[in-house]
């Protein structure tokens, strides 16, 4: 009896601590690029034409292609889509503070868009060359993203 009296407040102890701890939720850190305002409306008049959405529900995320890593918004190429599993991603290009959403999902359409795109642009030959790079990394990641 004497032991089952120990044992009790002991029980009940481990059980509160077990439950406390299972209670505490654990940290996720997802980092995604932050967008300007008029970035970010762009991206919403976007799926609401592109999906006929009326509102969008959920967050949008956002990434650096060439730099995963990266979460600073600057030039370069990034995959956004609404957070969630049956979403599609979708690509655009920010060069000279101009930003170009890709409508196009097909390869051949995409190197469409890209040379009117850069057409619009005021950009050296390098620059023409590194928004082409950037563009082929976007289609090997989307080719992968299908792929698999």
Do not use: W
């Amino acid at each position: 009896m004497k032991a089952a009296i120990l044992i009790f407040p002991l029980f009940l102890l481990l059980s509160k601590t077990s439950c406390q701890v299972a209670k505490q939720p654990q940290k996720v850190d997802f980092k995604y690029v932050s967008l300007p305002d008029s970035v970010y409306s762009q991206i919403i008049a976007f799926y609401r034409d592109k999906e006929n959405r009326d509102s969008i529900v959920g967050q949008i995320t956002v990434f650096n292609i060439k730099y995963p890593n990266d979460y600073q918004y600057k030039e370069g190429l990034f995959r956004f889509r609404i957070s969630g599993p049956h979403f599609t991603s979708y690509y655009f290009i920010n060069k000279k503070n101009k930003v170009h959403i890709f409508q196009e999902k097909s390869t051949i359409g995409i190197i469409g868009e890209l040379k009117e795109f850069i057409a619009s642009l005021n950009i050296s030959e390098s620059e023409k060359i590194e928004l082409v790079e950037l563009t082929a990394l976007m289609l090997r990641e989307e080719y992968k993203i299908e792929n698999n």
